[in-house]
């Protein structure tokens, strides 16, 4: 199976070459700038029919939440425009698409994981781009999987765990927020996750197998609760830690406005696919061992 990813460096994108090595006859084809750059919609196509894939995993994004709010038409073009653009190249070569979305798209007020069907209600330029995209992708091609995931980290790129490492070797205290709740989710098992979906969509697949579906790590936490614990996690194998400190949102202002319930069901991708992330704890921890051996980057 050819599976052809957008992106190059993303921490999914990364994460899907490594974990496809598991799967003999799974080949990874990451797609990326210069030759398909969602900014340049006539680069798409091409690209995608090139890489000969049997599923096409849109991967690639605008993701930083808080400079969208000064570019929402880069975002936009991007998110929505380009992201419509892959699905309608994967539906020209006649193979299914699997789009990441995000736990942004809910406005994030309920007191309860949203299930799929939940009213969304972006509260950010990047939520509502990723809404508008995931939109565009249904509009375009009927064989589609929207994954709406979280709060993503791993060994790889830029994120929340990486920098709370960095900033723990210089400082006794870090302040993190600790009333907005989700569900931290490895890009790994996020990988994970997606192989198994893409596996199960050949030719015969059910309709079932086909919409929106939340993925993420089980459990949830606040953003105070993933510091702390990979912070310990650091400590136990000797690696920087620090005593965080839990401050309010209010506290820590931002451009974008954070839902602060963006806790997910994933029951959905269990019931459809029998397939899981593990705890968001044991992911956690093998990250931090990972970056603490130099083994991201
Ligand atoms: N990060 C999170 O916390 C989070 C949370 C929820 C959902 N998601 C969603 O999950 C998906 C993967 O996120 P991630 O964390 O892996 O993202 P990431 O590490 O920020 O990587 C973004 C990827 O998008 C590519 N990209 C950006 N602009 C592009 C363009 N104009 N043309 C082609 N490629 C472009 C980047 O290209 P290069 O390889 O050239 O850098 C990179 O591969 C995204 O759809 C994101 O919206 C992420």
């Not at 192989?195 to 606040?222: C, I, M, N, Q």
């Not at 953003?223 to 650091?234: F, K």
């Amino acid at each position: 199976m050819r599976i052809a990813v957008t992106g190059r460096d993303g921490q999914v994108v990364r994460s899907l070459v490594e974990r496809s090595a598991g799967h003999p006859g799974v080949t990874v084809i990451p797609l990326g700038r210069p030759e398909l750059d969602l900014l340049r919609p006539e680069t798409i196509l091409p690209a995608i029919r090139a890489a000969r894939p049997d599923v096409v995993v849109s991967a690639a994004a605008y993701t930083a939440v808080d400079q969208a709010e000064d570019e929402p038409a880069v975002a936009a073009a991007v998110n929505e425009t380009g992201a419509g653009k892959v699905a309608e190249a994967a539906a020209a070569v006649g193979a299914p698409v699997i789009h990441l979305s995000t736990d942004y798209v809910y406005a994030g007020d309920g007191d309860r994981p949203y299930h799929e069907a939940d009213p969304t209600g972006p509260r950010s330029v990047y939520g509502r781009t990723k809404l508008a995209g995931e939109v565009a992708i249904a509009a375009v091609n009927p064989h589609h999987v929207i994954l709406r995931t979280a709060w993503v980290y791993s060994p790889f790129g830029k994120n929340f765990v990486k920098t709370m490492l960095r900033l723990a070797a210089d400082r006794d205290t870090l302040r993190v927020v600790a009333d907005q709740f989700g569900n931290p989710t490895s890009a790994l098992d996020i990988a994970d996750g997606i192989l198994a979906v893409a596996t199960r969509l050949g030719e015969d697949a059910p309709p079932a197998r086909f919409g929106v579906f939340h993925l993420a790590g089980t459990g949830t936490t606040h953003w105070a609760g993933l510091a702390a614990h990979a912070l310990e996690s650091s400590r136990a194998l000797g690696g920087p830690s620090a005593r965080v400190e839990e401050i309010a949102t209010a506290d820590f202002p931002t451009k974008a406005s954070r839902p602060a319930n963006s806790r997910l069901s994933t029951d959905r991708l269990h019931d459809v696919y029998g397939w899981r992330a593990p705890d968001w704890r044991v992911s956690c921890g093998e990250v931090v061992r990972r970056l603490l051996a130099g083994r991201g980057e």
